[in-house]
């Protein structure tokens, strides 16, 4: 244990055959960012060999993160993004170890999210974070095909639901490998999508297999849903899950979907979950649509936040959040969003909890 008191130490170790590898703050004994932890060929080692289950995490995550903002520069700069090989051999060396720990291993290998990669770009692009995590997830789909299919094959369990741990790992990585393995949204993406859904048992698997199909444009995809809306149209809990997943889909017309949706017998202003399940999913959930480039995306979102400051002024402020980061927007982006601020505040009857979030936001 190195117990660091000042500003600045400085330790020496003697008798070792090699440079080493730094593995620090393990035991999660220091809870910070090491930005100079290490170049992609440490982290790799780390990613595959440390023995400390949270810094392997951690050196994955810095390694992703590294590699997904370097073909987020490729998208800017109008070159096709590629994924560096250090990484993608890395991810080798996770699924060799998947059954060490299921529930682990899926946490390992999906990359940092899209509003996760927001918050290292400067300004943020919300096109150029989509296509290059998609890439980045469909190299790792190519180089590892076979590996991924078996592993997703193996998974596949005929036993009855239960809830412990162990099951629950398994359910957890085989839905991660399920995005892998329709990472490339055609006609046989759509296949596999709706095969897992089709012989799914339980809502995990179910909703794993609609958010697959949520991705693409295919007769399927309509059917999966229509399919899980009629089964469960006396639950109102679980057709929230229904119209989260397309709330959260890339699809162009999901702002039309939502609006929509909308007008579902199920959905209600009146009631915060259903406003949360739909709206709130696409606000918070969707950053490729709701920052649509035409604005349709701020002026869905600001028409629901003006209609229910009447019903639900709590809910209203909670949902105008989605505006809050608006400034580290591109120049066009944040004028969109402004302007619906500024339509928020100029609106007759302001509730106190609405007119404090978008005063602040304003600034």
């Known amino acids: 244990m190195l117990e660091l ?45 440390d023995t400390d289950a949270f810094n392997r995490w951690e050196a994955g995550q810095q ?7 370097a073909m987020i520069q ?11 090989s250090v990484y ?20 390992m290998l999906i990359p940092p999210s899209e509003s996760e990669l927001a918050l290292a770009v400067t300004p943020i692009d919300p096109e150029a974070i989509h296509l290059a995590r998609n890439a980045l997830i469909r190299t790792i789909a190519e180089a590892h095909s076979a590996a991924l299919t078996a592993l997703y094959d193996s998974l596949e369990s005929r036993a ?58 295919n007769p399927r995809r309509d059917a999966a849903f229509e399919h899980f809306h009629d089964r469960f149209r006396d639950d ?8 989260g997943l397309q709330a959260m889909s890339p699809q162009r017309d999901t702002v039309q979907r939502v609006r929509s949706l909308m007008g579902h017998q199920v959905f209600s202003l009146k009631n915060p979950n259903r406003v949360r399940a739909l709206i709130g999913a696409f606000a918070m959930g969707n950053p490729l649509r709701f920052h649509d480039r035409t604005g349709a995306g701020y002026r869905l979102v600001r028409e629901v936040v003006q209609t229910l400051d009447a019903i639900n002024p709590q809910t209203a402020a909670r949902m105008v959040a989605a505006f809050e980061a608006w400034r580290r927007y591109d120049a066009e982006r944040q004028r969109l969003m402004r302007n619906e601020l500024e339509v928020v505040a100029s609106g007759p009857g302001l509730s ?5 979030m978008v005063s602040k936001m304003l600034g």
Do not use: C
């Open 236 to 243: 109102p809990l679980v057709l929230d899950k229904w119209m």
């Open 74 to 84: 490729d998208v800017q700069l109008g070159r096709s993004p590629r994924a560096d």
């Open 63 to 69: 390694l992703s993160t590294d590699v997904l903002l």
């Open 160 to 217: 009855a639901f239960s809830p412990d741990a162990v099951s629950a790992g398994r359910r957890s990585l085989r839905n991660s490998v399920l995005r892998f393995l329709t990472a490339s949204d055609d006609e046989a993406a759509a296949v596999g999508a709706d095969a897992h859904y089709r012989a799914s048992t339980n809502m995990t698997e179910m909703t794993a297999g609609l958010a697959a199909l949520a991705r693409m444009v």
């Open 88 to 107: 993608i051999d890395a991810i080798g060396g996770v699924l060799d170890r998947a059954n060490e720990d299921h529930a682990f291993t899926a946490l």
């Open 5 to 49: 008191t000042g500003s600045e130490r400085r330790y020496v170790f003697t008798g070792l055959p090699e440079e080493p590898v730094l593995s620090i703050g393990r035991n999660f004994s220091a809870p910070r960012h090491h930005p100079d932890a290490g170049e992609f060929e440490d982290a790799r080692l780390l990613m595959g060999r």
């Open 352 to 356: 106190a909890n609405l007119y404090e």
